[in-house]
């Protein structure tokens, strides 16, 4: 079966520090990746979405980058970070065929504190 | 472009009672997904259920039903036999069917639902 990995389950950093949020799924080849945030009491916001290994799609401009190294690796990064991106960070994969086509399925999430 | 409206910041419900919660979807798409999704305090995100925008059967998942009429472009969840456990954010979404291309889902801002013991 599926199963998909985040980490850290929880990060403080200062402003200014770098970040790194790793996302690593098993059980599938060639997943369609994704990284939301969620503000506090907001819904959800699609930062960055992959289809394939080097082929990263940003939904929105900001301080933060994605990378795709290996199939089932899905990084995101800031090299400096703001107050402004403390959140709930959730990386999920894409079911593309099969009776759960089209689910997401999400990781545990992060909870990044900038402060 | 599409947006999903859930119009009911929070809910409450007495356990053992039925429950309701709304969403509205604006499209002009006729092949798309819906779904429910649950996130409890633990902040997993959980899918609920999942409604096919061709098929006009109502879909149900044990207590969890919906209401999709399509016309309307509404998209209703029931929680019957309400539990403590079903304590959540429930965020409704929407998603185009493109048949296995990046697709992305469109969350709705959620609702809170309390359950009373």
Known sequence: ?115 | AQTVTQSQPEMSVQEAETVTLSCTYDTSESDYYLFWYKQPPSRQMILVIRQEAYKQQNATENRFSVNFQKAAKSFSLKISDSQLGDAAMYFCAWNMNYGGSQGNLIFGKGTKLSVKP
Do not use: M
């Open chain 1, 1 to 115: 079966s599926q199963t998909i990995h985040q980490w850290p389950a929880t990060l403080v950093q200062p402003v200014g520090s770098p970040l790194s949020l790793e996302c690593t799924v098993e059980g599938t080849s060639n997943p369609n990746l994704y990284w939301y945030r969620q503000a506090a009491g907001r819904g959800l916001q699609l930062l960055f979405y992959s289809i394939g290994i080097g082929q990263i799609s940003s939904e929105v401009p900001q301080n933060l980058s994605a990378s795709r190294p290996q199939d089932r690796q899905f990084i995101l990064s800031s090299k400096k970070l703001l107050l402004s991106d403390s959140g709930f960070y959730l990386c999920a994969w894409k079911h593309l065929h099969g009776a759960g086509a089209n689910v997401l399925t999400f990781g545990a999430g992060s909870r990044l504190t900038v402060l």
